[in-house]
């Protein structure tokens, strides 16, 4: 379950949950819940047999069913051979893809690959390996979150060759930061009619990481502190401490560039340059602090401080966290700027 503040509900959204739990249906609907999760154990891998995979017809297939009996009852009335023909070669057909249909599901492997933390507002993809042992390909498999509504539900389709696997990639946004289990997945197929749908539902047991969205526009690093037992006066000599470099404006003379650092980050894809900051050589560090975020809301001090931990790391500064409760010590590197975001996800 992730850590980030309630949000505060309307009086609307309010009276909403107070009368769901009022309602009568609801212990029932909480005791269906408790039994089908009870169904669906947490599982980063899944096999698909006939106690997992459900089957009911489509709209075409119920359209089908009713042309059918249109067709049949013309024929008794009408004593018509041919009609009968062709409603039983129809209904045979209908029963055929039924088993096809089933059976195109049913014996799969569903193996999901840990996901990579990434930041709120963006999508991340569950990668999804689907591996058949059967010695028949295996068309129209399709992957999605459960529970999404028809405006935002994606579908990822697949083939799956025969005693091979195949890859899916899902999309899921979650809308807070923090620890968040794997939302429930749904597998479904229509193939090869589309007169019936066979689906299962799968419930991960993994957890994805949501880092805090970085504020927009970055604003500016805060003021260095002291370094403790130095001297506040003492020339800065190397080039990790903070007030010792600043970011390249225009005009600086190049003798001022520090070209290590500039190497650094041509090297990573960026131009970002840096200048040694002659008035403000001192020796300080960069501590992040959560209380020297003056924002009023919660949230957005925390969006302030990732945008400060992505600015200070692309710099590549020394820098500290400061959270209640939680104290990083300055250091610079992907896996500190990691530890920094992780403590931001789960404050």
Request: aromatic share 8%; with cysteine; net charge positive.
């Amino acid at each position: 379950m992730d850590s980030a503040a309630p949000l505060s509900l309307s009086p609307l959204a309010r009276w909403r949950g107070l009368a769901a739990r009022l309602s009568p249906m609801a212990p029932l609907r909480r005791r269906f819940q408790h039994w089908w999760q009870g169904r669906l154990p947490l599982n980063d891998t899944l096999t698909l047999t006939q106690r997992n995979v459900y089957i009911l017809p489509t709209g075409a297939g119920w359209m089908l069913a009713l042309t059918l009996i249109v067709l049949l009852i013309a024929s008794i009335n009408y004593q018509l051979n041919l009609g009968y023909l062709l409603t039983f070669l129809l209904a045979g057909s209908a029963v055929i893809g039924m088993h096809i249909c089933h059976a195109n599901l049913r014996g799969l492997t569903l193996h999901l690959k840990a996901p990579d933390p990434h930041f709120m507002g963006t999508s991340t993809a569950f990668d999804i390996q689907v591996s058949s042992e059967r010695k028949t390909p295996r068309y129209g498999i399709a992957l999605s979150v459960h529970g999404t509504g028809k405006e935002s539900h994606h579908w990822a389709w697949t083939d799956v060759p025969a005693q091979g696997q195949a890859s899916v990639q899902v999309a899921f946004k979650p809308e807070r930061r923090g620890l968040h289990h794997v939302p429930t997945l749904t597998a479904e197929t229509r193939f090869p009619l589309g007169t019936f749908r066979v689906w299962t539902y799968w419930r991960p047991a993994a957890q994805v990481l949501v880092y805090p969205m970085p504020e927009t526009p970055a604003p500016p690093l805060p003021a260095g502190e002291p370094r403790a037992g130095g001297s506040g006066s003492t020339p800065t000599q190397g080039i990790g401490e903070f007030d010792g470099v600043r970011a390249y404006r225009r005009g600086d003379p190049l003798k001022l560039v520090v070209w290590k650092k500039a190497a650094k980050t041509l090297g990573t894809g960026t131009d970002d340059l840096v200048s040694r900051d002659a008035q403000q050589a001192q020796r300080q560090e960069l501590w992040l602090d959560l209380a020297r975020a003056t924002l009023p809301d919660h949230e957005a001090r925390i969006s302030r401080l990732a945008a400060w931990v992505l600015q200070a790391d692309r710099l590549g500064l020394e820098y500290g966290l400061r959270l209640p409760g939680v104290e990083i010590n300055p250091d610079t590197g992907a896996a500190h700027r990691r530890r920094c975001l992780e403590a931001l996800a789960l404050c």
